[in-house]
């Protein structure tokens, strides 16, 4: 009574709409004009804001998710008379001369690439309480994700001369944290402007099966919210303006990629390239996957108007889809040993013509769906409040007929995809299960594993494998702890260019990491120990940054303590008849009472710094 007198005109005109849209018991126990008028407007600016940060706002929130609701209680199947069959795409083998001229061609198409990043989601899967892209991707360089990532943009822009953008999508939970990583590294020299972060926003729960919005159980001014999912990255490049500026700014394709697979720039050039040959205006990056792995299957689906779509189906709905098709048995491996169905690692090439005309045409609201887990089987009650998802993989189902989608496999799983998802318990189930753990220990080791075969292929002799076990996850092989910024190679031509490789010996328990953009090794024995070869300046204080966040503990301080020295004036760095054998650095398995650091306690080791070699 008598609250709308002291509501603006912007309060009124969204209560009446949400009061059309059957939401009046938001306001059905409101107190009379003078009590709780705080509080009151506490939730009218809550529902502005949710208002402003959906497509259509509110009103179409609620109605699509009474749609979806409605479907999703009768059970209608979203794939209904749709004929699945393994789509046509190029199988790459990581380092064949085939793949090598696909990734030469991507390295020069991606001068024109703007990159995106989807780093909203949390670790809480991975038991890690801060963001994930400041995670370590190995030990050798403590180098995390971020640096990498923008480091490898910034060594595709040097090709190109020419500085490519970067977006980054993170959201409440972790845009604070990335600016200040960003900040306490001075964005690792990308300049400014290079690097935009765009904030997705939660979305309201809903209470009911008519899309009533769930008010928070001990506040009645609030609604509850929740994650809407990755697939927002679309709706905010589109109203940011982002993917219009890099189209009138000349680029021709955008890149996306998750928050925790180190290797992803060892494969998306090679992808770039796919495209450009195929002219594709989709291109999924994908990897083997082993049947029911909780991965996304790519699928040609054919509709019962038969229109054809290829697109990233859950593995959960892959199974039933298949048995009731064209596989009474469902999802099994074939004799590969894997599925015929390759997984989706949601790394996209998208042509971004195409890209700014679909977002134009739908906004960036992309397939949404809804998913409540209801109290019973008359699925008339949730058991605890839902909400509209999206993911950003699922951009190509409403893209008209006539586009051009593909994908890209790289064979050799360990050189395209290792990321950083879930907890010791659950990494070592699923390896026990024999599919991959996706833990922080395989993050690392599968880096080494690349390095090593990459300069094993090109010549050099490479000990090892040694057999490990951490965190419970047996059977793993401790290659070389060899680690390189991306600023001295970004591809198999400049890994080539810059090692002998003939000339060069890494023993089994050695570790080599390569800081310095311009070092050159002609000649090397790393028979045992540590060497680092630094960047004259910039890179050393990073190692020490590196050091401090608890992944090199006390060795750390002796990697910091030699980075302190004064940097060697500007010359290239050449390795040339060197012999390394000092004590070096330890991988020791984690004594499970001992205290440890998270980023350790994650990985199952922690690396004691005995003793290293250090250039210049
Ligand atoms: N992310 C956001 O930025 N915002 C969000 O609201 C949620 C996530 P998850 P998911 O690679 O194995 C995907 O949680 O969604 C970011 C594919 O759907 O790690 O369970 C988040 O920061 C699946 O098909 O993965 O599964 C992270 O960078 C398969 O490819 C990214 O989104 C699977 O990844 C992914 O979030 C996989």
């Known amino acids: 009574e008598g609250n709308k007198e002291w509501m603006d005109a912007e ?5 009446d709409a949400l009061a059309a849209e059957g939401q009046s018991h938001l306001f059905a126990d409101w107190p009379a004009a003078g009590e709780h ?6 939730l009218l600016d809550q529902l502005r804001h949710l208002d402003k940060s959906y497509a259509g706002g509110l009103v179409k929130y609620i109605r699509n998710a009474r749609q979806l609701l409605k479907d999703s209680k009768e059970g209608v199947n979203p794939f209904e008379g749709c004929t699945p069959a393994v789509p046509e795409g190029e199988k790459l083998d990581f380092g064949s001369q085939h793949f090598r001229e696909l990734e030469r061609a991507g390295i020069a198409a991606a001068g024109e690439a703007a990159f995106v990043l989807v780093a909203g989601g949390l670790g809480e899967r991975l038991g890690y309480s801060g963001i994930k892209v400041a995670l370590p991707v190995e030990s050798a360089s403590g180098m995390c994700f971020l ?3 923008v480091k490898s943009i910034l060594a595709l822009g040097a090709k190109a001369g020419r500085a490519l953008p970067l977006a980054i999508m993170t959201s409440d939970d972790t845009h604070q944290r990335t600016v200040d990583l960003l900040d306490k590294h001075s964005h690792w020299g990308a300049a400014p402007g290079q690097i935009t972060l765009i904030k997705q926003e939660k979305v309201a729960c809903l209470a009911d099966n008519d899309a009533r919005l769930a008010l928070l159980p001990n506040d009645p001014f609030q609604v509850q919210t929740k994650p ?3 697939g927002d990255v679309h709706m905010l490049l589109h109203s940011s303006g982002l993917a219009d500026k890099w189209l009138a700014d000349g680029f021709k394709w955008v890149c996306f990629f998750q928050d925790t697979n180190g290797l992803v720039f060892r494969a998306l050039p090679a992808a770039i390239g796919v495209s450009v040959a195929n002219d594709y205006d989709v291109n999924s990056l994908a990897v083997p996957r082993r049947a029911k792995e909780a991965i996304g299957a790519i699928t040609r689906l054919t509709y019962p108007d038969g229109r054809h779509i290829t697109m990233n189906v859950e593995y959960n709905q892959l199974d039933p889809l298949l048995r009731a098709t064209i596989a009474p048995e469902g999802d099994v491996n074939d004799d590969t040993g894997f599925s015929p169905f390759p997984g989706n690692i949601n790394q996209l090439v998208l042509k971004l013509s195409t890209y700014c005309a679909e977002l134009h045409r739908h906004g960036g609201v992309i397939a949404e769906f809804v998913n409540p887990k209801y109290a019973d089987a008359s699925k008339e009650k949730f058991k605890s409040s839902t909400r509209l998802e999206c993911m950003m993989q699922d951009f190509p189902k409403s893209l008209p007929e006539g586009c051009r989608v593909g994908f890209t496999v790289v064979n050799q799983v360990w050189a395209a995809y290792s990321p950083v998802k879930n907890s010791p318990a659950d990494a070592a189930a699923k390896a026990a299960g024999g599919n991959p753990s996706h833990s922080a220990t395989t993050g690392e080791l599968d880096m080494y594993l690349t390095n090593c075969k990459m300069l094993q292929a090109l010549g050099a002799r490479i000990d090892g494998p040694q057999p490990a076990e951490f965190n419970g996850i047996k059977d793993l092989e401790l290659w070389p702890r060899v680690a390189w910024s991306p600023l ?3 591809s198999w031509d400049d890994v080539e260019a810059k090692v002998t490789a003939s ?3 890494i023993g089994a328990d050695a570790a080599l990491v390569i ?7 002609r000649s090397l024995d790393l028979q045992r120990g540590a060497l680092v070869i630094k960047a004259a300046s910039g890179g050393s204080q990073e190692a020490a940054a590196a050091g401090s966040n608890g992944t090199g503990g006390e060795a750390a301080a002796g990697a910091a303590g030699a980075a302190a020295e004064p940097a060697a004036a500007a010359a290239p760095i050449i390795v040339d008849g060197l012999t390394v054998d000092n004590v070096g650095w330890e991988w020791q398995p984690l004594d499970p009472d001992a205290g440890a650091a998270e980023e350790e306690y994650i990985r199952g080791f922690r690396v004691v710094r005995h003793e290293q070699q250090v250039l210049p």
Do not use: Q, S
């Open 488 to 490: 001295w190679a970004c």
């Open 503 to 505: 000339k060069l010996h």
């Open 147 to 149: 640096e990498l990532y």
């Open 11 to 15: 309060d009124v005109k969204l209560v």
């Open 37 to 42: 008028d705080d509080d009151k407007r506490r």
């Open 228 to 230: 809407h999912g990755h």
């Open 515 to 521: 800081e310095a953009p311009d070092a050159e090794i």
